[in-house]
């Protein structure tokens, strides 16, 4: 398992019933997390001292209940900034877990030795994209949010990314794929962190089971000559890391380069267990 261990402002405290336990900066969330099945009990103080609380519904979604929490606030992780707020569906703008990703694919862009362009896909609110403009790359990012997009952009000026390399793009990322195609323009490495389910800006269905593969493949047409890396996200329970292996080694065979799958997780501060998140599938190219 990849390990997102290197966060000082945020830590996952505790987990029980169903919830964790978060401490983000100097504020604590109480959110529900579906790996979450063990019934202990809750004997940390922040139980009693959270700031909100994302309550889910029987009905499906859900609505938060705060306690003396700002609308927004910052975090820090090395030399990134981040603005925060709680939003629809128990989101607060960032995956810290991605954290592990960030560190990995950041040393290989400052160790390439040349320029790097990334192409980052349902970019969200930019962690990668920062990551990889932090660490020397030139970064196109790309979702259909246009408020994500946006949000992106306030954590590149809190970063001191303001004037960086960054193509902010929102747009339908299939489509906008199969026009880079065609106009020939190609990237040392792709970034990826699809949905589940998804609409494009113009009603585009996006289902991860039906998509994922065709759009690898896709997507790995974009490659350079040589290039860098390869990342795949995934948040789907059905979508193991094997999985993730078998596709990007089927579509990425004719580069020199090898494939790694692994689930990415938190450390749990109560019981110094590892809470998963996720996982992700990496290509990089051979040393």
Request: with cysteine; net charge neutral; charged share 25%.
């Amino acid at each position: 398992m990849w390990i997102a261990d290197g966060w000082k402002d945020y830590e996952v405290l505790d987990t029980s019933r169903g919830e964790k336990l978060e401490r983000w900066g100097e504020y604590l969330l109480v959110r529900p997390d579906p790996q979450v099945i063990w019934d202990t009990k809750r004997e940390h103080p922040g139980w009693r001292r959270k700031n909100g609380h994302y309550h889910r519904s029987s009905k499906g979604g859900g609505e938060w209940e705060f306690f003396h929490l700002p609308q927004q606030w910052q975090i820090r992780y090395r030399e990134l900034t981040f603005n925060l707020k709680p939003f629809s569906f128990k989101h607060t703008g960032l995956f810290p877990e991605q954290a592990a990703n960030w560190d990995w694919f950041g040393k290989l862009i400052r160790e390439a030795g040349r320029p790097v362009k990334v192409l980052n896909l349902f970019a969200y609110t930019g962690g990668a994209t920062l990551a990889a403009a932090a660490a020397g790359a030139s970064v196109t990012h790309v979702d259909a949010s246009k408020g994500m997009v946006g949000w992106a952009k306030e954590n590149a000026v809190s970063s001191g990314l303001k004037d960086a390399p960054i193509r902010w793009l929102v747009d339908d990322c299939v489509k906008f794929v199969e026009r880079e195609l065609r106009r020939g323009n190609r990237y040392d490495a792709v970034i990826m962190d699809p949905p589940s389910y998804g609409r494009g800006p113009k009603g585009e269905i996006w289902k991860i089971e039906e998509s994922i593969h065709p759009f690898i493949r896709l997507c790995s047409q974009l490659l350079s000559d040589d290039p860098l890396f390869f990342l795949v996200n995934s948040y789907t329970t059905g979508l193991a890391p094997a999985v993730l292996t078998y596709m990007i080694s089927l579509e990425l065979e004719r580069f020199d380069g090898h494939v790694e799958s692994q689930e990415i997780g938190l450390p749990v501060t109560s019981t110094g267990l590892i809470l998963p998140c996720g996982a992700s599938g990496r290509w990089m190219k051979q040393a």
